[in-house]
């Protein structure tokens, strides 16, 4: 089945403690991206990679890094979360062409206390 | 940058009627409006999209408009049922980098 996987669900962390999300997705898509969604807001985004090892700012990088070392992968790193930082995170992955739908992940839920 | 506006933030109707979001965009050069859903706990889901040089797009009970000149498009969904309850997202942009709108919360009411 063709997916984006995010883990974990759920996060509860406490302020300034180095945390990982993972992303992967097996439908061989160039492009992938991390948003965050907020009450209000809509999903923004942190960071995108157009293929392997190349990644660029979306509208909200600070705080966040991320590599694309692999076509499949695309995980997402906080070196020092902050409560400011308590949101739900989505990856997404489309085609590199222009115009292709994007594919969510079911979300990652983190909360910085 | 692009900036998407989106109305209502909430919706309720009835089973059976109709509903309507709008949004509105501020940069002329976007040329791609999709939209999604997003059901309690998934991520969002395409259920529409349209090109600008498209005027109007429909998918069973569901449809899109667009207008350039005014910079904004519009979700149509008609024949509500009780599983068109969710979040509806807009967005507009280029190529693979867009802009999502806030959201509006459907409810559609047995």
């Known amino acids: 089945e063709a997916q984006v996987t995010q883990n974990p669900r759920y996060l509860i962390t406490v302020t300034g403690k180095k945390l990982t999300v993972t992303c992967s997705q097996n439908?061989?898509?160039?492009?992938m991206s991390w948003y965050r969604q907020d009450p209000g807001l809509g999903l923004r985004q942190i960071y995108y990679?157009?293929?392997?090892?190349?990644?660029d700012k979306g509208d909200v990088p600070e705080g966040y890094k991320v590599s694309r070392k692999e076509k499949r992968n695309f995980p997402l790193i906080l070196e020092s979360p902050s409560p400011n930082q308590t949101s739900l995170y989505f990856c997404a992955s489309s085609l590199r062409q222009g115009n292709s739908p994007l594919h969510f992940g079911n979300g990652t839920r983190l909360t910085v206390t | 940058g692009e900036n998407v506006e989106q109305h209502p933030s909430t919706l309720s109707v009835q089973e059976g009627d109709s509903a309507v979001i709008k949004c509105t965009y501020s940069?002329?050069?976007?040329?791609?409006f999709p939209w999604y859903k997003q059901e309690l706990g998934k991520g969002p889901q395409l259920i529409i999209d349209i090109r600008s040089n498209v005027g109007e797009k429909k998918d069973q009970r569901i449809a899109v408009t667009l207008n350039k000149t005014a910079k904004h498009f519009s979700l149509h969904i008609t024949e509500t049922q009780p599983e068109d309850s969710a979040v509806y997202f807009c967005a507009a942009g280029r190529g693979q980098n867009f802009v999502f709108g806030p959201g509006t919360r459907l409810s559609v009411l047995p």
């Open positions: 940069d002329s050069a976007s040329n791609y």
């Open positions: 439908m061989n898509h160039e492009y």
């Open positions: 990679s157009m293929n392997v090892e190349v990644t």
